[in-house]
């Protein structure tokens, strides 16, 4: 019984199925860290901190290969430079 | 009478039908329960004497029950060696008229089988019961010999009317215990003897000829002649 | 067969030693006939059917709660983004896209917008995915990302002009978080089991060592030794109110089985006495007698002899039936005042032939519950000792009283020699008789009977002096009666 159970639990979300081509999820790449940096840029508060030293390291993320990381750390400085989020 | 006995114990059977035959009575003997109801079924008997626990099957009471549901209103007189008073109240429930419990004296098994064969035929209440110049007044609940009255206690005259209903018929210490008093007991000393021997002396005193008669070995009777 | 402990005792016991072999071997039980396995089982089922609803609970409470969670965000969003497209058409839904992936800190938004030739318009996915590709889809898939699979729920929905919008989200940690959460339900699901095991197993020993002792003391008492009785724990559980009743029904036992050995000696002591002399008279008669009517004196006197032999075990019997219960089953509530009547009725004259007064102090009622001729008989036996003891010009007492708790008290007194304090305890046992008694008729089993009488009624049988300090003391015998 238990065992049978154990198995349910584990088995994940119903209808699971994986795609026969890969489906790629475009935004990890470091084209889209640009495409972001610029959108910093562009608005008025992403030049001030935190913003600017946020999306600089996001840039140096990205450039190192932690793209994802790198992405990350730039909707943070995007959302700062919105002003949308409070420095720390 | 006609009397059908239905018994499995040979020496008890051949007792019992060698005096009732004494007596003057037809015996037909059925060994068994099947043997009995078939012969109880089939033939006319005024008087059916059962043991209790036969052999075959059918029993006394099953006998007497099924004889009773064909609607055969023959009197029964159980024999029986099961005393315990719920074993009788089973046997007079069943339709049994009567209980006699092993060992028997001969002469109470006859007392009753008279007393049970020869009830009035019609059940019209008698309203006075007579024998020679005896007379018993069952409405103003009097008694009187030869016109004059005697004065009894109730119990007495209890006493005095059922030895008289049996008229001419042996009527056993027993029976009378059963019958007036209403009790199934072992009185242990012949009360009842005190209590008949009070009634004679009233009945009897100034009288040259006694009415109540003691049967030796066997119980009262009460008649004119000596 | 234990014939070896059965020993010569007097009782059928053939069956009663099949029994002990049963109860002797009784603890190794087929797993299910035992009723200790059986509570243990319903013991560890109800634990585990509870341990599977609580789990089912939690795992409602959370693993499904993450999963309709992000189905909630996508509805959302979803409608959110359709309204975008009714009131600013491409171009704000696919600002709206760009925004929200901008701002998805989390980073497991996902979305794209597919023009009706099939065109990608905008969104972060390289391709429409096959298991959300029918419109108003929901579906779980593995999308790639930096090359690792990942988890994601896509939902798929058709806009006006024949562009399609799919919204999903990773849920690739969810995932790992459920996982997490299964494996802890599972383990101590385990738990719970072993525990059921284990409880069901000590509730299975419990209950058999609880039993023991009342099968070993069963299987010897079954096996002919009546000494032996369940041992209690001093708990004062249901097991020991079962040994309490128990032993009390064995001393019961116990006590009508001495009786039956008293009443078998007895029969082998005082009936072979008259049955030798009936048998030596008959005997002497076929020998000796001169002619027919002495020869048929002895055969009388014979029938006689039987006769009384024949009423004394009509006593004993009455006296067995009533010492055994039997006779509760015909037990009514009835009047006992004309019963007591009667009595004195009956034996008045016998007391007045002899010269004696019998004189009764009896209420007008005494409504008691009980066998009405076994009461008769027990009275009748006082009264017939009464009369036969008391002098000549004696007195006879017949008294009976309601006593305050609902039970009745019946008294016969008489003026004769009375009983000797040391006849007094033997007075109850069958065929005692007082030396000064031998001349007397009797059975000695008269007090026997009420004695089996009182006890069968709930009550007792007491013996005193009716008229302490005189020379003849008389004896007042006291037949209490429970109440019903």
Redesign the interface.
């Known amino acids: 019984m238990a065992v049978a159970l154990g198995v349910v639990l584990r088995a994940g979300p119903p209808g699971l199925s994986a795609e026969p081509q890969n489906v790629r999820v475009t935004t990890d790449s470091a084209e889209y860290c640009g495409s972001l940096a610029q959108r910093v840029a562009a608005l008025p508060g992403g030049t001030v901190e935190p913003a600017r030293s946020l999306a600089a390291d996001g840039l140096r993320l990205c450039d190192n290969g932690h793209v994802r990381t790198g992405v990350a750390k730039l909707r943070r400085a995007l959302r700062a430079a919105q002003g949308l989020e409070t420095p720390g | 009478m006609r009397i059908l006995l239905v018994e499995d114990d040979v020496e008890v059977a051949r007792f019992v039908r060698k005096g009732l035959q004494e007596a003057g009575h037809t015996v037909e003997h059925a060994p068994n329960g099947r043997d009995g109801l078939f012969l109880a079924a089939s033939e006319q008997f005024d008087m059916m004497v059962l043991d209790r626990m036969l052999p075959g099957g059918v029993d006394g009471v099953r006998l007497v029950e099924t004889l009773r549901t064909q609607g055969n209103k023959t009197p029964v007189l159980f024999l029986s060696a099961l005393s315990a008073v719920d074993e009788r109240v089973k046997g007079l429930k069943a339709g049994g008229d009567d209980y006699l419990v092993k060992p028997f004296a001969f002469a109470e098994l006859l007392a009753r089988v008279e007393a049970l064969g020869r009830r009035p035929a019609s059940d019209a209440p008698a309203t006075k019961l007579r024998v020679a110049d005896l007379e018993l007044d069952l409405l103003s609940r009097t008694v009187t010999r030869a016109g004059k009255r005697i004065d009894v206690q109730p119990r007495e005259f209890r006493l005095l009317e059922h030895l008289m209903r049996h008229a001419g018929q042996v009527v056993t210490r027993t029976m009378l215990l059963e019958k007036v008093w209403d009790y199934h007991f072992d009185p242990q000393t012949n009360v009842i003897d005190v209590h008949v021997s009070r009634l004679r002396q009233k009945l009897d005193r100034g009288f040259d000829r006694p009415l109540i008669h003691t049967v030796r070995n066997a119980g009262y009777l009460i008649r004119a002649e000596p | 067969m234990r014939h070896d402990r059965v020993g010569a005792r007097a009782l059928p016991r053939e069956v009663p030693a099949r029994h002990a072999e049963a109860l002797a071997t009784a603890p190794p039980l087929g797993l299910l006939r035992s009723a200790g396995a059986r509570f243990a089982l319903i013991f560890a089922g109800t634990f585990?059917t509870a341990a599977i609803a609580f789990?089912a609970v939690l795992?409602w409470g959370t693993a499904g709660a993450l999963?309709r969670q992000t189905d909630a965000a996508v509805r959302a969003d979803a409608l959110a983004l359709s309204e975008r497209w009714r009131d600013g058409g491409v171009s704000a839904v696919v600002e709206g896209i760009e925004d929200r992936?901008?701002?998805?800190?989390e980073?497991h938004a996902?979305y794209m917008l597919q023009a009706p030739d099939g065109r990608r318009v905008a969104?972060?996915?390289?391709?429409w995915?096959?298991?959300a590709d029918a419109p108003g889809a929901w579906?779980?898939?593995?999308?790639?990302?930096?090359g690792q699979?990942?988890?994601a729920?896509l939902h798929d929905i058709v806009l006006e002009g024949g562009f399609r919008l799919l919204i999903g989200r990773?849920?690739d940690e969810k995932?790992r978080l459920?996982?997490l959460?299964?494996?802890g339900?599972?383990w101590s699901?385990?738990a719970a089991?072993t525990f059921a095991i284990i409880g069901a197993w000590l509730m299975r020993g419990m209950l058999a060592s609880r039993l023991r002792p009342a099968f070993a003391t069963a299987a010897s008492i079954a096996g002919g030794d009546l000494s032996h009785r369940v041992p209690l724990t001093g708990r004062h559980d249901e097991f020991d109110l079962l040994a309490a009743t128990m032993n009390t029904m064995l001393d019961r036992i116990d006590r009508l089985m001495s009786g039956v050995r008293g009443v078998s000696d007895a029969i082998a002591h005082d009936l072979r006495t008259p049955i030798a002399r009936a048998r030596a008279k008959l005997e002497d008669a076929l020998a000796t007698a001169p002619d027919e009517a002495a020869l048929k004196l002895a055969v009388?006197q014979g029938?006689a002899d039987?006769?009384a032999i024949?009423?004394v075990f009509?006593?004993l019997?009455r006296i067995a039936?009533a010492e055994a219960g039997?006779?509760r089953?015909?037990f009514a509530p009835f009047d006992l005042a004309p019963v007591l009547a009667?009595a004195a009725?009956?034996?008045g004259?016998?007391a007045?032939?002899r010269g004696q007064v019998l004189d009764t102090r009896i209420p007008e009622r005494l409504e008691i519950v009980g066998?009405?001729?076994l009461l008769?008989?027990a009275v009748?036996?006082l009264l017939?000792n009464a009369?036969?003891f008391a002098p000549p010009d004696g007195h006879v007492l017949l008294a009976a009283t309601l006593r305050p708790d609902g039970g009745a008290e019946v008294v016969v007194e008489d003026d004769g020699p009375g009983l000797a304090p040391a006849d007094r305890a033997r007075a109850g046992e069958r065929f005692f008789r007082a030396d000064a008694a031998r001349t007397t008729?009797?059975s000695g089993l008269?007090l026997s009977l009420v004695q089996a009488v009182a006890h069968l009624h709930g009550g007792s049988l007491a013996l005193g002096d009716a008229k302490p300090g005189r020379e003849s003391p008389g004896l007042r015998v006291t037949l209490g009666l429970g109440p019903a």
Do not use: C, H, M
């Open positions: 585990v789990t795992w999963d992936l901008a701002a998805d800190i980073n996902i969104g972060n996915l390289n391709q995915p096959v298991a579906a779980y898939t593995t999308v790639q990302r930096e699979p990942a988890e729920r990773d849920i995932t459920r996982q959460l299964g494996e339900v599972a699901f385990g089991i009388e029938i039987l006769d024949s009423r009509q006593a019997l039936e039997a006779r089953r015909a009667d009725d009956i034996y004259a016998a007045e032939a066998d009405r001729d008769l008989q009748a036996n017939d009369v036969k008729p009797g008269g």
